[in-house]
């Protein structure tokens, strides 16, 4: 299941905000992540994993919208890491509509 929640709002988008998202987010470790942050959790809203790219145990940063093949294939590892049970077919449509997307 997929949640939006809404942060970082600025002027009369402030409304949008979700009460507790600001706290949420830096609870899933995305204070300094940018937008768009995202994070798997378990049933309970534990992090499993989020969107902050990792290199030998290091915090590179935020991935946001993955769009190069580098993005795609860390946000893959993301993705496998949330979803053990991903079929290699289902992660390779993941992953090739990723990679060949029209972002114009």
């Keep these: 299941m997929i949640v939006h929640i809404d942060v970082q709002e600025r002027g009369e988008k402030t409304a949008l905000m979700n009460p507790g998202g600001e ?3 830096i ?3 995305g ?3 940018g937008l768009p942050f995202y994070a798997f ?3 309970k809203g ?3 994993v989020n969107a902050m790219q990792m290199k030998r145990g290091e915090t590179m ?3 946001g919208h993955p769009v190069s093949p580098e993005e795609v294939t860390n946000f893959m590892k993301i993705v496998k ?3 053990p049970k991903i079929s290699d077919a289902d992660a390779k449509k993941l992953s ?3 990679l060949n997307q029209d972002i114009g």
């Design 23 to 25: 706290e949420y987010m």
């Design 27 to 29: 609870a899933l470790k």
């Design 31 to 33: 204070e300094r992540a």
């Design 41 to 43: 959790v378990d049933i």
């Design 46 to 48: 534990k992090m499993i």
């Design 61 to 63: 940063g935020n991935i």
């Design 81 to 83: 890491k949330a979803a």
């Design 96 to 98: 090739d509509w990723l």
